[in-house]
Nanobody, 119 residues
Framework: QVQLVESGGGLVQPGGSLRLSCEASGSIPYINEMGWYRQAPGKERELVADITSGARNYADSVKGRFTISRDNAKNTLYLQMNSLKPEDTAVYYC??????????????WGQGTQVTVSS
């Protein structure tokens, strides 16, 4: 089964930038979604950005500031985050939704990486 490992989180000042990486060990033949989600304390997990059927989708709160991309050769998903705000503080998770041959679709999550935006 595929395993996802995030990295790149940390503490950054408002207005700063971070790039998150999500490296996948193994591969899934049929991928329906690759995305980044986040969960702030006391809040539900929410979609930040994802790639589905080749299209990139962004939450309204991050449009124009965050960019999702993937490097197939490295089996890695990225999230470039610019102009960070304190309200972006959360644990960020990457997710792949897909399936293996003749199996049902499943979701695979990384362990999360903390992003803290504070002066």
């Amino acid at each position: 089964q595929v395993q996802l490992v995030e990295s790149g989180g940390g503490l950054v000042q408002p207005g700063g930038s971070l790039r998150l990486s999500c490296e996948a060990s193994g591969s899934i033949p049929y991928i329906n979604e690759m995305g980044w989600y986040r969960q702030a304390p006391g809040k539900e997990r929410e979609l930040v950005a994802d790639i589905t059927s080749g299209a990139r989708n962004y939450a309204d709160s991050v449009k124009g500031r965050f960019t999702i991309s993937r490097d197939n050769a490295k089996n890695t998903l990225y999230l470039q985050m610019n102009s960070l705000k304190p309200e972006d503080t959360a644990v960020y998770y990457c997710k792949i939704r897909g399936r293996y041959y003749r199996q049902l679709e499943s979701e695979y999550w990384g362990q999360g990486t903390q992003v803290t935006v504070s002066s």
